[in-house]
């Protein structure tokens, strides 16, 4: 870590064979880091608290984490661009802490892959309860994802590398993405709601006027575009993966 670092770290008691997640906190305020603290260890998991997008960085660098809280205005960067740098690199849910609570501001967090954007001022024990929940629905999609490789139309899809390949050719989905079409692949032919596949690839209910949904459904439709599956929109229904059909040759 670098000089005159203002990091502190906490462990809560730990359970007997049981290993805690871990939670980083990017928040400049020493009240909010305070009560951060406290909700933190309510949800059962220990925590990293940063001061700035700067001593984030170093953290990042050097420790795993299950779960980010990330304030919008840092003292030197704006949280998004440090969301974007986070994503690229884990898997982790992160949410946004901010109180700049316009509704383009949250879907470009959306947008930009958090899981969740929370305006100040929250609710203690309804942050804590949104924390603990993600733990567990992270978790679980991590162990489901960790053996599974995929194989369709002559594609391959490994949840684990993030990454797809067919012919010659591969991406890297970024991992909302992997979520979600690692969602569609367990249920290939079936068509899966907004609500199913918000719980999977975000830990949460989708409620009307969500879109998170449907914006990583168009963001994952154009990095699919070249492979040989498409996802169908079911009016009224939700989403469904299909091999692509060949236009047929002209008589």
Same mark, same amino acid.
């Given at each position: 870590?670098?000089?005159?670092?203002?990091?502190? !770290?906490?462990?809560?008691?730990? =359970?007997?064979?049981?290993?805690?997640?871990? %939670?980083?906190?990017?928040?400049?305020?020493?009240?909010? =880091?305070?009560?951060?603290?406290?909700?933190?260890?309510?949800?059962?998991?220990?925590?990293?608290?940063?001061?700035?997008?700067?001593?984030?960085?170093?953290?990042?660098?050097?420790?795993?984490?299950?779960?980010?809280?990330?304030?919008?205005?840092?003292?030197?960067?704006?949280?998004?661009?440090?969301?974007?740098?986070?994503?690229?690199?884990?898997?982790?849910?992160?949410?946004?802490?901010?109180?700049?609570?316009?509704?383009?501001?949250?879907?470009?967090?959306?947008?930009?892959?958090?899981?969740?954007? %929370? !305006?100040?001022?929250? @609710?203690?024990?309804?942050?804590?309860?949104?924390?603990?929940?993600?733990?567990?629905?992270?978790?679980?999609?991590?162990?489901?994802?960790?053996?599974?490789?995929? +194989?369709?139309?002559?594609? !391959?899809?490994?949840?684990?590398?993030?990454?797809?390949?067919?012919?010659? =050719?591969?991406?890297?989905?970024?991992?909302?993405?992997?979520?979600?079409?690692?969602?569609?692949?367990? @249920?290939?032919?079936?068509?899966?709601?907004?609500?199913?596949?918000?719980?999977?690839?975000?830990?949460? +209910?989708?409620?009307?006027?969500?879109?998170?949904?449907?914006?990583?459904?168009?963001?994952?439709?154009?990095?699919?575009?070249?492979?040989?599956?498409?996802?169908?929109?079911?009016?009224?229904?939700?989403?469904?993966?299909?091999?692509?059909? +060949?236009?047929?040759?002209? =008589?």
């Amino acid at each position: 870590m670098g000089r005159g670092m203002t990091v502190r !770290t906490h462990s809560a008691r730990p =359970q007997s064979g049981a290993k805690r997640a871990t %939670v980083l906190c990017i928040d400049d305020d020493p009240l909010v =880091q305070l009560m951060l603290e406290d909700i933190v260890a309510g949800a059962g998991a220990d925590f990293i608290i940063a001061g700035s997008a700067r001593e984030a960085e170093d953290v990042l660098a050097d420790t795993p984490f299950d779960l980010v809280l990330l304030d919008r205005r840092l003292p030197d960067s704006d949280g998004l661009l440090l969301l974007h740098a986070i994503k690229r690199e884990s898997d982790c849910p992160v949410i946004i802490l901010s109180t700049m609570d316009k509704s383009r501001d949250k879907l470009l967090g959306i947008g930009l892959g958090a899981t969740e954007y %929370v !305006t100040k001022p929250f @609710n203690p024990l309804e942050l804590s309860s949104r924390i603990r929940q993600l733990l567990n629905a992270h978790s679980d999609t991590s162990n489901q994802a960790e053996h599974s490789i995929f +194989e369709i139309a002559g594609m !391959t899809f490994d949840p684990r590398s993030r990454r797809l390949d067919t012919d010659g =050719q591969h991406v890297i989905l970024a991992p909302a993405e992997t979520r979600l079409l690692h969602a569609l692949l367990l @249920n290939e032919g079936q068509v899966q709601t907004r609500d199913q596949l918000s719980q999977f690839t975000c830990g949460r +209910e989708w409620s009307p006027g969500d879109r998170t949904v449907d914006v990583l459904i168009n963001r994952l439709r154009g990095r699919i575009r070249a492979f040989p599956v498409t996802i169908v929109t079911v009016h009224r229904a939700g989403y469904l993966l299909v091999p692509q059909v +060949e236009d047929a040759p002209k =008589q």
